[in-house]
T-cell receptor
Framework: DQQVKQNSPSLSVQEGRISILNCDYT??????FLWYKKYPAEGPTFLIS?????DKNEDGRFTVFLNKSAKHLSLHIVPSQPGDSAVYFC????????????FGQGTRLTINP | KAGVTQTPRYLIKTRGQQVTLSCSPI?????VSWYQQTPGQGLQFLFE???????NKGNFPGRFSGRQFSNSRSEMNVSTLELGDSALYLC????????????FGPGTRLTVT
């Protein structure tokens, strides 16, 4: 049972444009969400997070949007840069499993010059 | 400061054998989590330790176990290896838990033949 889903295995965006990565979840108890970026041969690196009491969180070029009614979150990267090419994972945590993260399968983002 | 280190980086084992992987967290971090990454399943949570106590465990068989030492270093053990255990095993550390910013190590690539 995949509780966190990233339905797009890959995404290609032109440099300078907006990249939008999507993530859906099924467990309504999830109350904290995170995005990680992973380069080949490296471990994931934390990007940005959002609590369920918010619907938006910004950090520089990165913005995460949360739609609780739709059980959907998205990561916007504006403007996209070549160094953003990586695999992006969304993850979620529930209060009773506060020390457990459920990850999506990842989306490979390619930024074309 | 030094990042999360994992040893060994690569390992080849035979079915039925057991294996021990090691993780040294960032100095001062008390939480260590382990994840299994496979192409089809993405990142899956194995377990999390905090101050030598396992706080949560993912949906893995009992062949997967772990421990944490007083210096926060952690080991995970897989007994009676199966072909399906071939994966990248990632360790992550944080100050207090998985919902906080986690720092991942480069992983140990385990191949079971």
């Amino acid at each position: 049972d995949q509780q966190v889903k990233q339905n797009s295995p890959s995404l290609s965006v032109q440099e300078g444009r907006i990249s939008i990565l999507n993530c859906d979840y099924t467990n309504s108890m999830f109350d904290y969400f995170l995005w990680y970026k992973k380069y080949p041969a490296e471990g994931p690196t934390f990007l940005i997070s959002i609590s369920s009491i918010k619907d938006k969180n910004e950090d520089g070029r990165f913005t995460v949007f949360l739609n609780k009614s739709a059980k959907h979150l998205s990561l916007h990267i504006v403007p996209s840069q070549p160094g953003d090419s990586a695999v992006y994972f969304c993850a979620a945590s529930a209060p009773q499993g506060a020390q457990k993260l459920v990850f999506g399968q990842g989306t490979r983002l390619t930024i074309n010059p | 400061k030094a990042g999360v280190t994992q040893t060994p980086r690569y390992l080849i084992k035979t079915r039925g054998q057991q294996v021990t992987l090691s993780c040294s967290p960032i100095s001062g971090h008390r939480s260590v989590s382990w994840y299994q990454q496979t192409p089809g399943q993405g990142l899956q949570f194995l377990f999390e330790y905090f101050s030598e106590t396992q706080r949560n465990k993912g949906n893995f068989p009992g062949r997967f176990s772990g421990r944490q030492f007083s210096n926060s270093r952690s080991e995970m053990n897989v007994s009676t290896l199966e072909l399906g255990d071939s994966a990248l095993y990632l360790c992550a550390s944080s100050l207090a838990g998985v919902i906080y910013e986690q720092y991942f190590g480069p992983g140990t690539r385990l191949t079971v033949t």
